[in-house]
């Protein structure tokens, strides 16, 4: 399928590197624009409207069981502007300190800290994250990249609002990055940003992973779909209603749609370098709305088969 058989339409423009689209009922999608720092509405019409500014580095947003709307922070990048136009970050910002989860009030946009550290260790750069039935919290920590270009290995966490209790059920990624739920909630998918892989886990209960420790196990059910061929990288991600997992794809850019029953990828090429991420809605939850960073733009396309909802919407 081609970019022009999706019936295409530009929503919005003029957006400061756009990444974690929700869609509400009312049509209007919530955003982050990581650059400027804010969760943005962007209402049917292309309005804009600047819900929260929220400093650091916003990364990804999901609606939680109290109806609030929790954001991934990275905890800030600094940004240099390519000879070619692209905007891109490099690194931490100058006054970064630690990475969060926020917590932000639709309507009167107030602001608060949820996380920024599990026990003694400081969050590095929460990305994405997804809220299983029971409430509980899933979220990537993609680590972040030195003044030299030097990677830490990053994590999965799982966190209990109810309960304030965090936990790393994973670590040793190498930019972890979207994250989201099998429709039976027995599989959780990460996408893996430099190796373009997504990463299968066995959820054996809420918040626990099935032991990955010894990969050279028979023993071991992690499995691993992609690479894709070529220069690519993955970003955030959503999953589609029958299973497959619909990744934003950077450098050739697109929306990669891995089947985790058939092993195979279906790529849908999109004029823009960095997807960065796709969500789903309407009635029959075929729209999709994706996020293109490079050109800082929203789209709204017909996608050929239905998303998953999510549990918490409003």
Known sequence: MKFEELNSQLVADDLQFPEGPLYLRDGSILLVEIRRQTLTRIFPDGQKK?????????????????????????????????EDGLVVSAGPSKDYTTGSIQRVELESGNISTVFTHCGEFPLRGPNDLVFDRTGGLWFTDSGKKSADGQLELGKIYYARLDTKEIHCAHKGMLVPNGIGLSPDE??????????????????????????????????????????????????????????NICVGTLIQGGISIFSPDTDTVEKIPFPDQIITNICFGGDDMCDAWITAAGCGALYKAKWPRPGLKLNFTL
């Open 50 to 82: 600047i819900v929260a500014q929220l400093g650091g580095g916003p990364n990804g947003l999901a609606m939680g069981p109290d109806a609030a709307i929790y954001v991934t922070n990275n905890g800030g990048s600094s940004w240099i502007k390519r």
């Open 186 to 243: 027995n599989t959780l998918f990460v996408s893996e940003t430099m190796t373009s892989r997504v990463y299968a886990f066995p959820i054996i209960s809420p918040g626990f992973l099935a032991p990955v420790d010894d990969l050279w196990s028979k023993d071991n059910k992690v499995r691993c779909l992609g690479p894709l061929p070529g220069l690519q990288m993955l970003d955030s991600l959503a999953v589609e209603a029958g299973g």
